[in-house]
């Protein structure tokens, strides 16, 4: 089966490029991981849009944690399920690297932050 390195989308043959992000299917789920059973995947935060999710993970995949994006066009066949509509979609990490990821994620949001109002401080 086909995956998008991007997005982690699986795809049946004969398929070539990911109908989301337009990504070259390689053979081997991203990361080297098998993310597309969302039985053991749990959400740690929203995407406000498409650019957002590989930010986050490639920050997290820095620190070990495999991560997978959902569209939430996409999720449940199109149907939102306990989705927030206000959002693009959302990150997944499997269950076990959940409480570890949003630690790391928090961190990195609160250093971001702190750079963004540094120079209003300075000013």
């Known amino acids: 089966m086909p995956w998008?390195?991007?997005c982690g989308k699986k795809y049946p043959p004969p398929e070539t490029d990911c109908e989301d992000c337009n990504a070259v299917l390689v053979p081997n789920p991203p990361h080297g991981k098998d993310?597309?059973?969302e039985t053991n995947l749990v959400a740690?935060?929203?995407l406000d849009n498409e650019f957002e999710g590989p930010l986050?993970?490639?920050f997290l995949l820095a620190a070990g944690i495999q991560s997978t994006i959902r569209p939430f066009h996409e999720a449940y066949?199109?149907?939102r399920l306990g989705a927030d509509y206000n959002h693009w979609g959302d990150l997944l990490v499997f269950e076990t690297d959940a409480e570890k990821a949003s630690e790391l994620l928090d961190e990195y949001t609160q250093e971001l932050e702190n750079k963004?109002?540094?120079p209003e401080q300075n000013g």
């Open 4 to 6: 998008c390195p991007k």
């Open 77 to 79: 066949d199109s149907i």
């Open 35 to 37: 993310l597309s059973d």
């Open 56 to 58: 986050i993970q490639d």
């Open 44 to 46: 740690i935060c929203y």
């Open 116 to 118: 963004s109002s540094s």
